[in-house]
């Protein structure tokens, strides 16, 4: 079972930073899980919500703004330091030489940015690290999107709610792998998942307790803000 830091090494570090994902890489994360979103000039940026509100000292939605603009902004105005908003090529760029794996969980489901899925996917290409990427959404579009773009890419569909509805589109579909709320997953929901040959990653394992049953039940994938092991 793998281990992905969510956001980074979010337990410890400002969430989605720079500062987040080396720390995770020396501490021993298989990798990490992050989000994106699509700045006013097209950038591709890495942070959870649609605005900077709640994480940065500024103010104001991701899509209004240039990377330029979001660059003077502080992503920890409660630390010391100065921790500015990352680019999903930086991240890409830091993972080429190692062996890591990264979750690009594209942030589609409340503002569908024109033609992310293509410039995601064009950028994980254009820098090789196609085999150490994997894609998520709760926004079924967006994946079935990247699917057309590169048809081998692994894509796995967020699920926090409507389940039964959800698991039908996913087998509707032909996706081969679904990431939950660990909540979700009690060992008949897995079972029925791996009868499915259905790849699972569980999000957000909260505690040591969770990550051994989750893994003695034979879940894939763990994403935890927390190093465990
Ligand atoms: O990818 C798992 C998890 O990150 C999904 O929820 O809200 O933390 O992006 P959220
Ligand atoms: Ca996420």
Redesign the pocket.
């Known amino acids: 079972m793998l281990i992905l830091a ?2 980074g090494y979010s337990a410890k570090y400002p969430e989605n930073t720079f500062e987040a994902f080396v720390k995770a890489y020396e501490k021993g994360f298989d990798g990490f ?1 992050t ?1 994106v979103h699509m700045t006013k000039d097209g950038e591709l940026v890495l942070i ?1 919500d649609e605005t900077i509100d709640r994480t940065s000292n500024g103010q104001g939605y991701i899509k209004d703004m240039t990377l330029s603009e979001l660059r003077k902004y502080n992503f920890c105005y409660k630390c010391k330091g100065f921790y500015p908003i990352p680019t999903l090529k930086e991240l890409l760029e830091f993972i080429q030489d190692k062996d890591l794996l990264v ?1 690009i ?1 594209i ?1 589609t489901d409340k503002i569908q940015y024109k033609d992310i899925e293509r410039k995601v996917v064009e950028l994980v290409e254009e820098l090789g690290v196609k085999e150490k990427v994997i894609y ?1 959404s ?1 926004y079924l579009k967006s994946l079935l999107k990247v699917r057309e773009i590169s048809p081998q890419a692994y894509i ?1 569909y ?1 699920c ?1 709610n409507n389940y039964k509805k959800k698991i039908e589109s996913l087998f509707q579909h032909q996706i081969y792998a679904f ?1 939950p ?1 660990h909540t979700y997953l009690r060992e008949k929901n897995i079972e029925m998942l791996k009868k499915n040959k259905i790849f699972i ?1 569980a ?2 394992v909260p505690n040591l307790k969770k990550y051994q049953r989750l893994k003695e039940l034979g879940v894939d994938i763990i ?1 935890s803000n927390e190093y465990f092991k």
Do not use: M, P, V, Y
Request: charged fraction near 35%; avoid cysteine.
């Open positions: 969510h956001r899980e989000d959870h979750n969980e942030k998520s709760f796995g967020l926090e990431h709320r990653a999000w957000t994403i």
